[in-house]
Nanobody
Framework: QVQLVESGGGSVQAGGSLRLSCVAS?????????VAWFRQPPEKEREAVAA????????SYADSVKGRFTVSRDIPTNTSYLQMDDLEPEDTARYYC???????????????????WGRGTQVTVSS
């Protein structure tokens, strides 16, 4: 059974930074996997914010976080990171990581169908 565990959430003031981590209980971390980060603000729908292709390291971002968030992966530790800088109150949400393990030659990850999810970690940004 695949497990994803997020950590690193917390409360910060606007302009601050946080680094989220997601550890996947899969072995090996295949090159065709994708890891994505989603968020769900209170009373709003979940949205994809960033994704990374495990093999190539290719990254994708939602327009709302481009230039402020950086997604990465560490293959030996089956871990993905979401570095969030210049945080805004609008970034307040519960953040989830998700894993796509389906085989594909495409390195585009933001639009994949994700079926493995973590429980999330809360990020709160105050003004």
């Amino acid at each position: 059974q695949v497990q994803l565990v997020e950590s690193g959430g917390g409360s910060v003031q606007a302009g601050g930074s946080l680094r989220l981590s997601c550890v996947a209980s899969v072995s090996p971390f295949h090159n065709y996997y994708c890891v994505a980060w989603f968020r769900q603000p209170p009373e709003k729908e979940r949205e994809a914010v960033a994704a990374v292709h495990v093999g190539s390291g290719r990254t994708s971002y939602a327009d709302s976080v481009k230039g402020r968030f950086t997604v990465s992966r560490d293959i030996p530790t089956n871990t993905s990171y979401l570095q969030m800088d210049d945080l805004e109150p609008e970034d307040t949400a519960r953040y989830y990581c998700a894993l796509d393990m389906s085989y594909s030659t495409s390195t585009a990850c933001l639009d994949r169908k994700y079926i493995h999810w973590g429980r999330g970690t809360q990020v709160t940004v105050s003004s």
